[in-house]
């Protein structure tokens, strides 16, 4: 079993920053993708930023330029420095991980979800 842990969230102003973290804890043989996903109210929770083991990042749109997605392999943690943000960006924000368990199976974990307010 996998646990996964945020932190970091909380309410900021328009223009300001917030880095949000999380860490897997558990059976790991190692982490195929690390992600952050969003989910405003009455909307459908939608991809802001992933990073593959060893691969290219990939950013929504909406935030290119402005977030900035991170790894570390050795604490099994990811980062989202998110700079300038907007009223737009209020949402949960949900880490997500495809591992890669000890016995070489996939499997895939979310975050209990942190909120992220920005005020205008």
């Known amino acids: 079993q996998v646990q996964l842990v945020e932190s970091g969230g909380g309410l900021v102003q328009a223009g300001g920053s917030l880095r949000l973290s999380c860490a897997a804890s558990?059976?790991?043989?190692?982490?195929?993708?690390m992600g952050w996903y969003r989910q405003a109210p009455g909307k459908q929770r939608e991809l802001v930023a992933a990073i593959p083991r060893g691969g290219s990042t990939n950013y929504a749109d909406s935030v290119k330029g402005r977030f900035t997605i991170a790894r570390d392999n050795a604490k099994n943690t990811v980062y989202l420095q998110m700079n300038s943000l907007k009223p737009d960006d209020t949402a949960v924000y949900y880490c997500?991980?495809?591992?890669?368990?000890?016995?070489?199976?996939?499997?895939?974990?979310w975050g209990q979800g942190t909120q992220v307010t920005v005020s205008s």
């Open positions: 997500n991980f495809i591992v890669v368990s000890l016995s070489l199976n996939e499997y895939e974990y």
């Open positions: 558990g059976s790991i043989f190692s982490i195929k993708t």
